[in-house]
Structure formats: C-alpha cells, structure tokens
C-alpha cells in the first residue's frame, strides 16, 4: 500500500499526449487551447466613439464656445469622414470612427440640437472624453490568450475578433467507463431486492462532463472470460478505461486478475487513504509502436469512486493537457478526530466566512453512503499523520464539486 503522494507522483508520471486537432471556433468552449491568440490589429483598430452624439475640436470650448454647427454624421461602419470647419462639429454614433480633424466627444444628453447647430448645455467637460484612443487595449502582435487557456466564452469574443475561424486545441481522450457486478440494474428497470440500480457509471460521466470529455459506458457481469474479452477490445479502443468494482478482496473481484493477463502493466494497488484504498492503476502499451491505455480502477462505493475521480483522474487529465489547476486550501469550522493512519477524505459543507472558505464537516454513514454527496459540497484532504485528532482553525487542501 503506498501513499497518496505516491500515487499522484506515479499517475503523473504516466500523462498522456492527446495531440492536437483544428476545430471551429464556435465549438471550442470547454477544450484547450493549443496556441497563442495574437492581436492581428491594434484594440481597438481605429479612434472609436464611445458615446452617441457629436465631435468637436475641444480649443473651441475651452475659448467659451458652446454652439457648434453640424457639418455632417459619421455612423458606425462607415468610412471615416473628415471635419472641414475646425470649429464646427459631427455627430457621431457608438462604435463609429471618430472623424479626422476632432478630438472630443458629447454625448447627446449634454447637448441642444436645434436647426443644425449642436449646443453644449454642460459647465464642464474634458478633452479627449467618450473616445476609445486606438490601441489603448492591445497593439498588433500582443498575446491576447496563452497556449493551454481553457476556453470560454471570453475567449470565444476574442478568436472571432482576431478572424480565428478554427482554433486548435488538445484532442480529448477517447474514454470508456466500465461498471461490473451481477447485483446492478440499468436506471429504468426496477430492482430485485438483492439489486441496485447502476450510479457509479453516471455520476463517472457527470464528473468527465465537466471536463468537457465525453464517455461511452459499459456494464460487464462477474464472469471472468466474459470480463477478459471484452476489456482486451476496449485495451484496443480506448486512451483510457474508467472502472468502477471489482478490486477489492472479493470472490469475485476478477479484474486486478484480468488485466495482469491481459498484460496491463500493475503501476500500484491500493492507497493509505479513506474512502477509496482499494484503488489500482496501470498501463497497457508499454512497448514502442504499440497502443497505449491508462487504467483507473476504482472501488465500487460511490463515495470511493467520486473522491478517486477527482483527486487522481482530474490531475492526470488536467496534467496531460498542459494545464495546472489552482489549488485551494478550506478551514476547519470544527474539531475532527480520526484514528486510523490514512490520509482521509472528509466531506463537508463550505461557506465563506470574511472572506475565507470554511469547511464544516458532514457524517455520512461510510463510503456507501450515495446520498451524502447530495448535502455537503467537497471534501478537505487531511494528511496521513500519527495525530489523531485535527483542530478547528486548521487548514487543508480543499476538492470542491459544487
């Protein structure tokens, strides 16, 4: 049994790359950015009008002149006009190139407009005022979004303005979730007594999903030749295999057995750490030129396998892909005792307290207790100790999922 240091150490080392593909930008959301986003012009590219109303030359009002006579409009989108008259003015729209020959803009609200002449009704105004100054956010050439950006939809207002029509991004891995055991039934069937409906596999999805990774899911009875077949194809299809079950001490807990017959290399089994110990974890394609696939197998208890997924498969993607996730750190709203020397995985509440994240703990009834994921919001990673018992006031790392 190793640690969970351990274990994060060894699953890192064995990241994936999932290469790149071109994909249209409008598609992107969620994916990974796999190039720098330069300013293909200045931002803005022009003198902008910030403001509806008119331009002038701000000397005249500064000599005391209110009254401006209009010489003409410049709407947005069109070509840049060009004032004639120093000491006239233009109207002008929002977004619209300011014309040549001003250098102020007032808004409507501050203006007369009576019989072609625009009136200043204000005491007080600046120059240079409701111009966005060209180039004032970026210059051509600077960077705008940085290789490895998840992109969202902040990013997405910037592809389009800069033409990237496609973008590439980090191909996502191809992944199939497997659960097994002879007492799960689909979600839409009604369960024997002995029975309980399949929800590892879903809730597996659900936490892909918000990575942005779509799955394919399987279920596989306890019978081992039927497990070997179909895990060797899946070895063949898929970047990665997702299991839920089956690697614990059971009688019929096949699958640490199957893959070692299917010459998926063992990397560890099991983890000082509560819930989710039984966990293992390996690779097949270990030789040159042929496929490789990561195997995350993953106790059956669902608070096992929902603590697992985010702790080891989240890290592993996000490393592969080049990203590094902040970390967060939560205080402990109350005392917590635990006694056996694992790293433990508590759930909890969070809530913010003067601008602090704090962490009450929530008791569940162990790591079968499906309905606890419902009421708390994470869970806080209190490290392997000889200590036994854990202060309020302290501070451990945090794994939110709401």
Known sequence: MISIEEAKHI????????EIEEIPFIQSVGRILKENIVADRDFPPFNRVAMDGIAINYRF?????HDFKIEGVQPAGSIQETLKNAANCYEVMTGATLPNNVDTVIRYEDLQ??????TIIVDAIKEGQNIHKQGSDKLQGDLLIKENTCISPAE???LATVGKATVKVARRPKVMIVSTGDELVEVDKNPLAHQIRRSNVYTLVSLLEKLNIPSETAHIADEKPVLKEKIATFLQEYDVLLFSGAVSKGKFDFL???????????LFHKVAQRPGKPFWFGRSGALANTKSTVVFAFPGNPISTYVNCMVYFYDWYYTSVGI?????????????????????FLQVKLSY????????PIKGNGSGDLASLVS??????????????FKKGSVFPVIKYR
């Open 324 to 344: 590094k996730p902040k970390k967060e750190t939560a205080i402990l709203a109350e005392d917590v005792n635990f006694k056996p020397n694992l790293t433990y």
């Open 353 to 360: 307290r003067f601008g602090h994240l704090i962490a009450t």
């Open 376 to 389: 708390t919001d994470g869970f806080i990673e209190i490290p392997k100790t000889e200590e036994t018992e």
């Open 61 to 65: 009002f500064k000599e005391g002149i």
């Open 11 to 18: 699953i890192l080392e064995n990241t994936q790359n999932f």
């Open 113 to 118: 407009i009576t019989n072609g002449t625009a």
């Open 156 to 158: 997405i207002g910037v």
């Open 256 to 266: 640490p057995e199957v893959l070692e017959e299917l010459k998926v290399e063992k």
